[in-house]
């Protein structure tokens, strides 16, 4: 039994509440059902209501409708809930007047877009979906129509989803909470069911014959609901799942989160970029569900968010190297709690079974058996699916696209991914003749819970953004699922919004005559730049858009730098930047739109250079980025070991670093590769990925709040066709040549008298590059190679083990890393001279190549008589084979020395395998193959000893 007390009014009466037992049906939501360990819904609110009003409490056992229809009739209980008048009930129960009338309604998928109903032969043709048993099924079947029964309306509503059925029969309050409440905002009324006296059903209080003074007492209480009242709870029940539709105020934050917010600076946040609708990449914009989410809990909060776009492995590893603070998207796992604090799920998406198989039976996972899978790569569920399916082929893809394409062109049966994700794909490739076959149902995995992953070291900014989850208001939740999940189309405006001014915004434009003076980066080609006196560049069409939409003209002021054009606007000398990034240094004097452009963030380096993981690999190197750019904030505050030296412009930066003055230079990848062209400069190459991308919006001078109201409504005006021709516009960079035709033939002169030698030195210089190139490939050889072993040295093992090791990692490939060593070899230094010791260490050497030549196998000497093996596998049992061939091999043989002495010698080996979690390190790896080198040599040298990490395949 659950009791709910519902006391009266303190001004209604000044007796003593009568207390009175009321039945309810458990499972009836929204109308009264148990949460945790009480009873809520619309039915429940509406106890509430009364209660207040007659000076009554109510005391809820809440069941099943036979057991307390019976407990009712027995007079268990002194009034029923929700019952409906009917003549044979009339008999033995007295009512009161109805409170609600609950109305049967027809619900579809938008996409489907079906025609208006008006009778049941309308259905005629169509799947129609209806619960078990429900009173009007009856009436359904006399008429023909082709019915799919389920259990529950939570079934129900699935199915239409799933697209099972193409139409859902049921109460509409019902329906409709039911599709909030799962995220399926594709699905719509489609008007009233055509059942005539079956469409309406009415819910009345009840109590025996013989009560009239507590009928007189409910009906009285029903009576003081104002009708406006009524029909708020219906709206939060039936939009908001019960919540209040007004936004909560944020809770004052702790003495220790001020100081954090107030020390945190730009915060980057992970986005998966092909997870649409929920996170991707169009037009230039990191767009979806999650993004909005985030960007609201930022206006919350005061934090600057940083997008940082990848694929989920890459970003997980970034998260786990604290290359990103916050990962979006990310469900929990308790194994994953080393690497992230979670918060609250922000959204829940069932995951299902796509396939275009009509014969595929699907119950559960068994059945996948025989059939190919295609999943996520590092998905939460993964390894729950492979210990299910066993030796079934189950193949991660790093990334969607290629998922469902594989699914289009036949190489997998099924693929396994979330609902919307799955759904957006299918539509986005026009893959035809797709499926859902079920719903994946394991254990302890009920749905995709999307939340935000923060990096440990970050911890209480978890709990900071989950208050800010907490205020978010239903009605700002279902604007933003409904934005995304409600409509087939990629992402709302693809039309251009009318441009409408209030009188504010109209005033300040006629008194600014429709001008608005402009700064922008004279050096920042493609993005924007000044040639000839003239704005260019990506930002420069963005302008010239509004313009032609508005009527505004943007007169340039002209600066030689960057720099200049920051002193500029902080002197108000020009009023908006239409390019920029923002930064908490640049909001204290300018006010910022919406991004509308994220740009790649990379970091540049010579040819030869090694490519780096993380910007922490430079060390304290020097490291270029123009003085003022928003980064260099960034980099500063977020990596204070690193050597940032300050340069004027993105030419000097990127011929210092060809000059050998810097190491490398950050930049983005539009500019880089522009300048790169424009400069000639083919010995230079992206070596790594800085961990966030510039999100570049339009800055407008702070005390002009107006002007941001209007620059504000210009891009949103901005059309999806117009975003991807600003991304088109930089992608495609093309570096136009100025010819002064005057001097063609001066040129053309001069010309002919070189020719002659230009072949020579063309031939002499090619000659010399093939030599320079081939002495460049002998010294890099030799600059990781050890002399005497002709291995890898100690320099190639610090470059290539992490390498190996992240690869495992990120693909979730077994990893095996050995360390072998010489037995006694003091002793043969000491019997046979160092001589003999160094042609055992090339036997021994040479042995290693022979039985390690795969083209993953690494081998170095990691110092003195000790080597060191690391590789990945599919099976462990084949490394240990492998490693105990080699090892009885060198038993077997002598060294070969020049005094032709018989030589023998053995081996340990100590083995470290696994496959990598996500808080495992290489020197995890290292560690533990050194203990089981100890152990071997302990056991009496000569063997191979094992120890396990991480998971085993």
Same mark, same amino acid.
């Not at 009175?20 to 609110?45: L, Q, W």
């Not at 970050?458 to 279902?478: V, W, Y």
């Not at 054009?565 to 004097?589: G, I, K, V, W």
């Given at each position: 039994?659950?009791?709910?007390?519902?006391?009266?009014?303190?001004?209604?009466?000044?007796? +003593?509440?009568?207390?009175?037992?009321?039945?309810?049906?458990?499972?009836? #939501?929204?109308?009264?059902?148990?949460?945790?360990?009480?009873?809520?819904? /619309?039915?429940?609110?509406?106890?509430?209501?009364?209660?207040?009003?007659?000076?009554?409490?109510?005391?809820?056992?809440?069941?099943?409708?036979?057991?307390?229809?019976?407990?009712?009739?027995?007079?268990? !209980?002194?009034?029923? +809930?929700?019952?409906?008048?009917?003549?044979?009930?009339?008999?033995?129960?007295?009512?009161?007047?109805?409170?609600?009338?609950?109305?049967?309604?027809?619900?579809?998928?938008? &996409?489907?877009?079906?025609?208006?109903?008006?009778?049941? *032969?309308?259905?005629?043709?169509?799947?129609?979906?209806?619960?078990?048993?429900?009173?009007?099924? =009856?009436?359904?079947?006399?008429?023909?129509?082709?019915?799919?029964?389920?259990?529950?309306?939570?079934?129900?509503?699935?199915?239409?989803?799933?697209?099972?059925?193409?139409?859902?029969?049921?109460?509409?309050?019902?329906?409709?909470?039911?599709?909030?409440?799962?995220?399926?905002?594709?699905?719509?009324?489609?008007?009233?069911?055509?059942? =005539?006296?079956?469409?309406?059903?009415?819910?009345?209080?009840?109590?025996?014959?013989?009560?009239?003074?507590?009928?007189?007492?409910?009906?009285?209480?029903?009576?003081?609901?104002?009708?406006?009242?009524?029909?708020?709870?219906? #709206?939060?029940?039936?939009?908001?799942?019960?919540?209040?539709?007004?936004?909560?105020?944020?809770?004052?934050?702790?003495?220790?989160?001020?100081?954090?917010?107030?020390?945190?600076?730009?915060?980057?946040?992970?986005?998966?970029?092909?997870?649409?609708?929920?996170? /991707?990449?169009?037009?230039?914009?990191?767009?979806?569900?999650?993004?909005?989410?985030?960007?609201?809990?930022?206006?919350?909060?005061?934090?600057?968010?940083?997008?940082? $776009?990848?694929?989920?492995?890459?970003?997980?590893?970034?998260?786990?190297?604290?290359?990103?603070?916050?990962?979006?998207?990310?469900?929990?796992?308790? @194994?994953? #709690?080393?690497?992230?604090?979670?918060? $609250?799920?922000?959204?829940?998406?069932?995951?299902?079974?796509?396939? $275009?198989?009509?014969?595929?039976?699907?119950?559960?996972?068994?059945?996948?058996?025989?059939?190919?899978?295609?999943?996520?790569?590092?998905?939460?569920?993964?390894?729950?699916?492979?210990?299910?399916?066993?030796?079934?082929?189950?193949?991660?893809?790093?990334?969607? +696209?290629?998922?469902?394409?594989?699914?289009?062109?036949?190489?997998?049966?099924?693929?396994?991914?979330?609902?919307?994700?799955?759904?957006?794909?299918?539509?986005?490739?026009?893959?035809?003749?797709?499926?859902?076959?079920?719903?994946?149902?394991?254990?302890?995995?009920?749905?995709?819970?999307?939340?935000?992953?923060?990096?440990?070291?970050?911890?209480?900014?978890?709990?900071?953004?989950?208050?800010?989850? &907490?205020?978010?208001?239903?009605?700002?939740?279902?604007?933003?699922?409904?934005?995304?999940?409600?409509?087939?189309?990629?992402?709302?405006?693809?039309?251009?919004?009318?441009?409408?001014?209030?009188?504010?915004?109209?005033?300040?434009?006629?008194?600014?005559?429709?001008?608005?003076?402009?700064?922008?980066?004279?050096?920042?080609?493609?993005?924007?730049?000044?040639?000839?006196?003239?704005?260019?560049?990506?930002?420069?069409?963005?302008?010239?858009?509004?313009?032609?939409?508005?009527?505004?003209?943007?007169?340039?002021?002209?600066?030689?730098?960057?720099?200049?054009?920051?002193?500029?606007?902080?002197?108000?000398?020009?009023?908006? /930047?239409?390019?920029?990034?923002?930064?908490?240094?640049?909001?204290?004097?300018?006010?910022?739109?919406?991004?509308?452009?994220?740009?790649?963030?990379?970091?540049?380096?010579?040819?030869?250079?090694?490519?780096?993981?993380?910007?922490? *690999?430079?060390?304290?190197?020097?490291?270029?980025?123009?003085?003022?750019?928003?980064?260099?904030?960034?980099?500063?505050?977020?990596?204070?070991?690193?050597?940032?030296?300050?340069?004027?412009?993105?030419?000097?930066?990127?011929?210092?670093?060809?000059?050998?003055? !810097?190491?490398?230079?950050?930049?983005?990848?539009?500019?880089?590769?522009?300048?790169?062209?424009?400069?000639?400069?083919?010995?230079?190459?992206?070596?790594?990925?800085?961990?966030?991308?510039?999100?570049?919006?339009?800055?407008?001078?702070?005390?002009?709040?107006?002007?941001?109201?209007?620059?504000?409504?210009?891009?949103?005006?901005?059309?999806?066709?117009?975003?991807?021709? !600003?991304?088109?516009?930089?992608?495609?960079?093309?570096?136009?040549?100025?010819?002064?035709?005057?001097?063609?033939?001066?040129?053309? &002169?001069?010309?002919?008298?070189?020719?002659?030698?230009?072949?020579?030195?063309?031939?002499?210089?090619?000659?010399?590059?093939?030599?320079?190139?081939?002495?460049?490939?002998?010294?890099?050889?030799?600059?990781?190679?050890?002399?005497?072993?002709?291995?890898?040295?100690?320099?190639?093992?610090?470059?290539?083990?992490?390498?190996?090791?992240?690869?495992?990692?990120?693909?979730?490939?077994?990893?095996?890393?050995?360390?072998?060593?010489?037995?006694?070899?003091?002793?043969?230094?000491?019997?046979?001279?160092?001589?003999?010791?160094?042609?055992?260490?090339?036997?021994?050497?040479?042995?290693?190549? =022979?039985?390690?030549?795969? #083209?993953?196998?690494?081998?170095?000497?990691?110092?003195?008589?000790?080597?060191?093996?690391?590789?990945?596998?599919?099976?462990?049992?084949?490394?240990?084979?492998?490693? @105990?061939?080699?090892?009885?091999?060198?038993?077997?043989?002598?060294?070969?020395?020049?005094?032709?002495?018989?030589?023998?010698?053995?081996?340990?080996?100590?083995?470290?395998?696994?496959?990598?979690?996500?808080?495992?390190?290489?020197?995890?790896?290292?560690?533990?193959?050194?203990?089981?080198?100890?152990?071997?040599?302990?056991?009496?040298?000569?063997?191979?000893?094992?120890?396990?990490?991480?998971?085993?395949?």
């Amino acid at each position: 039994m659950l009791s709910l007390p519902v006391p009266s009014g303190a001004s209604e009466k000044t007796h +003593e509440p009568r207390t009175v037992t009321v039945g309810v049906v458990a499972d009836n #939501e929204p109308y009264s059902f148990i949460e945790g360990r009480s009873v809520k819904g /619309f039915s429940i609110d509406v106890l509430r209501e009364v209660g207040r009003h007659s000076n009554l409490t109510f005391d809820i056992r809440a069941s099943s409708w036979p057991d307390i229809y019976q407990a009712f009739l027995r007079g268990d !209980l002194d009034v029923i +809930e929700g019952i409906s008048w009917r003549p044979d009930r009339a008999r033995e129960i007295l009512f009161t007047e109805p409170y609600h009338v609950r109305e049967v309604y027809l619900m579809q998928d938008r &996409a489907r877009n079906l025609p208006q109903v008006q009778t049941l *032969d309308d259905l005629n043709g169509l799947k129609v979906g209806v619960v078990e048993n429900i009173f009007y099924l =009856e009436a359904l079947r006399n008429h023909g129509l082709t019915i799919h029964t389920y259990d529950t309306l939570p079934s129900l509503i699935r199915a239409l989803a799933f697209g099972w059925v193409d139409v859902a029969i049921g109460p509409k309050l019902t329906l409709e909470y039911l599709a909030t409440q799962n995220g399926f905002r594709f699905l719509e009324i489609l008007g009233p069911a055509p059942l =005539e006296r079956l469409a309406r059903e009415d819910f009345r209080l009840g109590v025996r014959v013989g009560q009239q003074s507590l009928l007189n007492k409910l009906q009285a209480g029903l009576d003081a609901i104002p009708e406006a009242r009524l029909r708020n709870l219906r #709206e939060r029940w039936q939009e908001f799942g019960g919540a209040s539709a007004e936004p909560s105020p944020l809770p004052p934050m702790t003495a220790d989160q001020k100081r954090l917010l107030a020390s945190l600076g730009p915060v980057r946040v992970g986005f998966m970029d092909d997870y649409a609708p929920f996170s /991707f990449t169009d037009g230039g914009r990191t767009l979806g569900l999650s993004v909005d989410i985030m960007n609201r809990l930022a206006d919350l909060t005061g934090l600057e968010i940083i997008p940082v $776009r990848g694929d989920w492995e890459s970003l997980l590893t970034m998260l786990s190297n604290g290359d990103i603070d916050v990962m979006a998207n990310m469900s929990y796992r308790p @194994e994953r #709690e080393t690497i992230a604090r979670f918060t $609250r799920p922000y959204h829940i998406i069932p995951n299902v079974i796509f396939t $275009r198989s009509d014969t595929l039976q699907y119950r559960d996972l068994k059945d996948l058996s025989s059939v190919r899978v295609g999943l996520g790569a590092g998905i939460y569920y993964e390894d729950a699916v492979r210990a299910i399916l066993g030796d079934t082929p189950v193949l991660p893809f790093g990334t969607q +696209e290629p998922m469902f394409q594989a699914l289009a062109a036949g190489d997998v049966d099924v693929v396994i991914n979330a609902l919307h994700s799955g759904n957006y794909w299918i539509h986005e490739l026009g893959i035809r003749g797709v499926r859902i076959a079920g719903e994946l149902a394991l254990p302890g995995y009920a749905g995709e819970d999307l939340r935000f992953g923060v990096k440990p070291s970050l911890a209480p900014l978890a709990d900071i953004l989950n208050r800010a989850l &907490a205020t978010l208001s239903p009605t700002e939740q279902r604007t933003i699922e409904t934005r995304w999940l409600g409509t087939a189309s990629r992402y709302p405006g693809a039309g251009s919004p009318r441009l409408e001014w209030t009188d504010q915004e109209a005033a300040w434009l006629a008194r600014h005559n429709r001008e608005i003076r402009i700064c922008v980066d004279p050096n920042w080609s493609p993005l924007e730049a000044i040639k000839d006196g003239q704005h260019t560049g990506v930002s420069a069409q963005v302008l010239d858009l509004f313009r032609q939409r508005a009527g505004i003209r943007f007169p340039l002021v002209p600066t030689t730098s960057w720099n200049a054009s920051l002193e500029a606007a902080r002197a108000r000398q020009c009023d908006m /930047f239409p390019l920029a990034m923002q930064t908490p240094e640049r909001s204290e004097y300018m006010d910022f739109t919406t991004p509308y452009l994220d740009i790649p963030n990379v970091i540049m380096g010579r040819i030869e250079a090694p490519f780096i993981d993380r910007l922490t *690999d430079m060390a304290d190197q020097p490291v270029g980025v123009v003085k003022g750019y928003a980064f260099s904030e960034l980099l500063e505050q977020r990596y204070p070991t690193l050597n940032l030296v300050p340069v004027r412009s993105e030419q000097e930066g990127l011929r210092k670093l060809q000059n050998g003055e !810097l190491t490398g230079y950050i930049t983005t990848l539009a500019t880089a590769s522009y300048y790169m062209q424009a400069l000639g400069l083919a010995d230079l190459k992206v070596v790594g990925r800085v961990p966030a991308d510039w999100a570049l919006a339009i800055a407008t001078r702070n005390d002009e709040p107006i002007l941001n109201n209007i620059m504000q409504k210009l891009i949103s005006s901005l059309t999806e066709e117009d975003h991807r021709q !600003l991304e088109t516009n930089w992608r495609n960079l093309r570096i136009e040549e100025q010819v002064n035709y005057t001097l063609i033939w001066q040129i053309l &002169a001069v010309g002919i008298l070189v020719t002659a030698l230009l072949v020579y030195w063309n031939r002499k210089l090619g000659r010399l590059n093939r030599e320079l190139a081939q002495a460049n490939e002998a010294l890099s050889h030799l600059s990781v190679t050890d002399n005497l072993t002709r291995l890898g040295n100690r320099t190639f093992f610090d470059r290539e083990f992490p390498r190996s090791f992240q690869w495992c990692q990120r693909h979730q490939a077994g990893f095996a890393v050995a360390m072998v060593d010489a037995d006694h070899f003091k002793q043969i230094n000491d019997t046979w001279g160092h001589e003999s010791g160094d042609h055992c260490l090339e036997t021994l050497a040479n042995a290693m190549r =022979e039985h390690f030549r795969r #083209e993953t196998d690494r081998l170095a000497r990691f110092g003195g008589e000790e080597f060191i093996i690391f590789t990945s596998y599919q099976e462990a049992s084949d490394i240990i084979e492998r490693l @105990e061939r080699f090892r009885e091999a060198i038993a077997s043989r002598d060294c070969d020395t020049c005094r032709k002495d018989h030589v023998g010698l053995t081996v340990s080996i100590g083995l470290a395998l696994g496959i990598p979690a996500p808080d495992n390190t290489p020197s995890d790896y290292l560690r533990l193959a050194d203990q089981a080198l100890y152990a071997a040599k302990g056991q009496g040298r000569n063997r191979l000893a094992v120890k396990q990490t991480g998971r085993q395949t």
